[in-house]
């Protein structure tokens, strides 16, 4: 009991520090120049955060819709839809960058996304809650890639790339957190209007911390080939093994697979819920170091390999040591070490390994195309573990190790 207390104590403890950090900078980027990029991740922050409170609960929400589907499968549907919206999005999100404001197709995102949430909480149609969660992942993609793009426009060092990952990091931790907190004493309606009303917030703050020298897309003169890039050997190498590994082990094993199997193991909702918030928690630690480490020390190459040595050896670990609830966050604290360093990597090593790739085809159209495949990754990861794990349910590799 003593040791979960003070695991209790020690994640809201980093937790709010964490907060801290993200308001106190964030009013800071909003106000002064020099610190824009703060001001710019504190915008991004709020935008998510409008996205994830309601991650938590939104598969009971979407339950208690009366239609004659089985209810696993009327839990699931939306989360597979999302996932398809953002796939959708970020290609044409790319291509009408070349030719509007980036700083005003983030807006006009923001706004759609209130209105979105608005109806979201208002409709009691399960296929018309379907159609809004579409149009809302399609929003969602927009405003992930362009933050991208903008910050790509900078530089694609990783201390600059890092704003977007704390952004989206601080968002899911703080997510869950609201979430579940506040389904405590309001109805799911009414914080799904309190999530419009963070989407709308984003929308107003975002002009105050928003350099237009780089609100537009480079190489707009280079149209983007997706047959090219498709049939490019070294591009589909390095998403295979880099960006859509990732995506497959960040949605379908530490958001969906996790969860579940430590639920068929009895644990309680607390303990699954610290378990994730602990891979987040360590995520959002690690990114400052571990983007200073890459940007000073050129060893780019082997933080890679380390990566994946460390992501294999941790899903490894988790199968072998299964049933035991601290064995299970050791692994779950090194898969999120070893994911930290991935996540870190991914934007600054596309100049580096594909720089033929990016002079012939342009650097922007192929960070796009990469982050468009990656998406790949999100959206069949739910499908492929859960069929993997209904048909290994009952085989010993999942209760006793390999």
Known sequence: MLT?????????GVMALL???QFTFGIKGLTKQEFHLHGFQFFLFLYFL????SRSFFPIFVSNFDVAIENNLKMSIPQFAWAFGVFLATPYAWKISKKMDICHIMQYSCLITFFILVCTGLTHDYFIMLLLRIAHSVCFGIISLLAVVYLVNINTKASTIKYFLYSFTLSSIAGNFLGGYLSLYFSYENIIFFSAFLSLFSFLILPYCFQQ????????SISIDYKKLLTNFNIQSFSLLTTLPYRFIFSGFVLFFIPIYMHNLDYSMQKIGQTVMLFFIINAILLEPVSHIIDKYKISHYLLLLSLFIIGTSILG??????????????VGFLSVGMSISSCLQI??????????CEKFGKGNVIAYIRTTERIGSTISGLVIAFFY????NAPFFRTGL
């Open 19 to 21: 907060f801290l950090y």
């Open 213 to 220: 020298e780089f609100a537009t897309a480079k190489e707009q």
């Open 348 to 357: 600054p090593l596309i100049p580096i390994i594909l720089a033929q790739e």
């Open 4 to 12: 979960n207390n003070l695991f209790d104590y020690f994640t809201y």
């Open 50 to 53: 409008s996205s994830e409170v």
């Open 318 to 331: 988790f199968f072998y040591f299964s049933d035991d609830y601290y064995h299970i966050l050791i692994c």
């Open 390 to 393: 209904q048909l290994s349910r």
